[in-house]
């Protein structure tokens, strides 16, 4: 049976806008249900109940007093207040914003779902995406960066979509977990084993093994898989080194709450940057371009073979680019 959105909303005028809205979204690919009278709602809920595999979409207040009732099933609050999105006990989406927004972050809640994800921690985990359609623009190294300044103060998972990284080369060790054994484990059923490596102050999954690995993968089952060991571990924040992957990408995208784009100051970087843009429009509309902050990295970064390389980044231009784009000190 095909999933359906079950939408309540205590302003019957803006449930109607939203229901209206959401279905004539092309990109939009699940029927919603408007209920506009809570008794009826109500009457719903206890003649069929609410395990039936649809998402329920309730204003807030809505939300906390029917929970009882809905018991497990997926639930969403409808939020006046954007903080709420952090800070609310259940999966949160802030109203006032764009239908097309909105609808978004509803489709990233229902591939949780879909894949078995979904929870209320999973929501809250801050996904963090840095992609660059421009080789040599320093993406890896501002996302290694990213997610050591980061890790001073919350807790991190950093993921390599990469292929031929060089890790083993650049950091003077092997790691124990890649993301071929992560595919494994979700292919299996089992818990990753061994469990990622903690490097620099964050947990890490370093690069496949081998491109067989990656390739034939469905984009999707990569993802589910990274999504779950995020949950499993409970982080506040995922930083995803995302390859040139075009399938990598349109799967991860809409998941991610921030995404930063490295670029070089040249005219072939602008115009592959502008190109990207407009790949991610069409395919996203304006939701994810509107987190998408595109940058030149500062001066010529210059590395020692005789240091760790993950702890100069740290120390260079580029860190203290890092520290003035989180604000902080770290």
């Not at 302003?11 to 109607?16: I, R």
């Not at 589910?224 to 995922?238: C, I, P, S, W």
């Not at 993950?310 to 989180?326: H, N, P």
Request: net charge negative.
């Amino acid at each position: 049976m095909k999933k359906r959105i079950v939408l309540y909303d205590r302003d019957p005028f803006y449930g109607e806008k939203l229901s209206e809205a959401l279905s004539k979204d092309p990109d939009f690919p699940y029927p919603v249900i408007l209920f506009t009278d809570r008794e009826k709602l109500e009457e719903r809920i206890r003649q069929e109940g609410a395990e039936t595999g649809d998402l329920w979409i309730l204003d807030e207040k809505t939300a906390e007093e029917l929970r009882p009732l809905i018991g497990g099933a997926p639930l969403v609050a409808l939020a006046e207040e954007k903080e709420r999105e952090e800070s609310a006990s259940l999966p949160t989406v802030y109203k006032y914003r764009s239908a097309r927004e909105t609808g978004e972050a509803l489709l990233r809640l229902f591939s949780g779902i879909e894949e078995g994800t979904f929870s209320a921690a999973l929501v809250k985990t801050r996904l963090i995406g840095v992609v660059s359609p421009v080789g040599r623009a320093l993406k890896t190294g501002f996302a290694l960066t990213l997610g050591q300044l980061l890790s001073r103060k919350t807790s991190v998972l950093f993921v390599s979509l990469e292929l031929c990284a060089g890790y083993s080369a650049l950091f003077r060790r092997e790691f124990a977990a890649d993301l071929s054994d992560l595919l494994y484990a979700e292919e299996t059923g089992r818990a990753l084993d061994p469990a990622p490596d903690s490097f620099h102050g964050m947990d890490v999954i370093a690069p496949a093994a081998a491109p067989e690995d990656l390739y034939p993968a469905d984009p999707k089952r990569v993802r589910k898989a990274v999504l779950q060991l995020a949950e499993r571990g409970n982080y506040d924040t995922v930083i995803l080194d995302l390859a040139s992957d075009y399938r990598l990408i349109e799967a991860f995208l809409p998941c991610c709450r921030q995404l930063f784009m490295p670029l070089l100051p040249d005219p072939l970087s602008e115009a592959k940057a502008a190109e990207f843009k407009r790949f991610v429009g069409r395919r996203f509309g304006t939701g994810p371009l509107h987190r998408l902050r595109s940058f030149v990295l500062p001066g010529e970064q210059v590395f020692s073979g005789d240091r760790d390389f993950a702890e100069q980044l740290v120390w260079s231009e580029t860190g203290d680019f890092v520290r003035a784009l989180i604000g902080g000190t770290a």
